[in-house]
């Protein structure tokens, strides 16, 4: 019987991943493959909105599904938010993946992320949102693959603050 090519690869993945993992206790089972590096406070009156920018390192040498992975079986790398009353995150853009390929199938090319990759997006504040900062909690949720394997799927915890200022005045027109 021949599989799909694209069920023969998740098959091939998840096996090299079990055999890989099962083999090698050398692997911490916390392991981070994957840092948020910090975000300045984004500043916005209410009833505005201003952009954000998230910017993440995959450690060397692994690489992560991006958002949009090739393979509709793969995990895809998204954000998602626990927000406060007076913000809104919205409009995320991801950026696309490189394709590569890997020893597995190399016949086969993935979108994926290594090294920096940035994630953009706005912050609004509502138009009664009353002054002060406000911390977001996010998380990227995202699947950590080396040359050889794939891991469990992770979640990486991150914060941000959010500045809303005093309201602006709207301009009069006689």
Excluded: W
């Excluded at 692994?62 to 090739?70: F, L, M």
């Excluded at 995990?75 to 409009?91: C, M, N, R, W, Y």
């Excluded at 597995?104 to 900062?133: C, E, H, N």
């Amino acid at each position: 019987m021949k599989l799909p090519r694209s069920l023969a690869l998740v098959f091939c993945v998840t096996l090299l991943s079990a055999v890989f993992c099962a083999q090698d206790a050398s692997v911490p089972q916390g392991r981070s493959f994957v840092e948020a590096l910090p975000t300045n406070t984004v500043v916005v009156s209410p009833g505005h909105s201003a952009p954000v920018q998230f910017t993440f390192r995959v450690k060397d040498p692994y690489h992560i599904n991006s958002s949009q992975p090739t393979v509709e079986e793969l995990i895809p790398t998204q954000l998602h938010f626990s927000l406060p009353g007076e913000v809104a995150v919205g409009k995320m853009t991801y950026p696309a993946g490189k394709m590569m390929s890997f020893p597995f199938d190399p016949s086969t090319k993935l979108s994926v992320y290594s090294g920096d990759f940035v994630i953009r997006g706005m912050v609004a504040a509502p138009s009664q949102a009353a002054q002060g900062t406000y911390t977001v909690h996010g998380e990227l949720r995202y699947q950590a693959c080396d040359n050889n394997a794939c891991y469990p799927p992770k979640k990486l915890p991150f914060t941000f603050d959010v500045k809303i200022g005093p309201r602006t005045k709207s301009a009069r027109h006689s």
